[in-house]
Nanobody, 126 residues
């Protein structure tokens, strides 16, 4: 069983930065690929970024490429999402999710992930 807890959300002005953390209590966290998704009010939960179990491979939604960076520290059972140059349209609840090692073609699919955190709110003011 993998339990995920997100933290680091908050209120920031446009152009600012935040770093989200996704911490796991599972001993086998290093065996899992991890994705970040976000959901704005009234919208679907969309893919943001993913990182494979070793950290060697990362993937990003086009809307965040060049602004966001995903990384992981398996010794700390934690995955990070560094968010720079934030825009009001980045406002959403951000969720991390963990799943078994995935083909690159599936990292953006919600149903690829077995475990989800409770989410952390990110609000970007204009």
């Amino acid at each position: 069983q993998v339990q995920l807890v997100e933290s680091g959300g908050g209120l920031v002005q446009a152009g600012g930065s935040l770093r989200l953390s996704c911490a796991s209590s599972g001993r086998t966290f290093s065996n899992y690929d991890v994705g970040w998704f976000r959901q704005a009010p009234g919208k679907e939960r969309d893919f943001v970024a993913a990182i494979n179990w070793s950290g060697a491979n990362t993937d990003y939604a086009d809307s965040v490429k060049g602004r966001f960076a995903i990384s992981r520290d398996n010794a700390k059972n934690t995955v990070y999402l560094q968010m720079n140059s934030l825009k009001p349209e980045d406002t959403a609840v951000y969720y991390c999710a963990a799943g078994p090692p995935l083909p690159r073609s599936r990292v953006a699919m919600r149903n690829s992930y077995n475990y989800w955190g409770q989410g952390t709110q990110v609000t970007v003011s204009s």
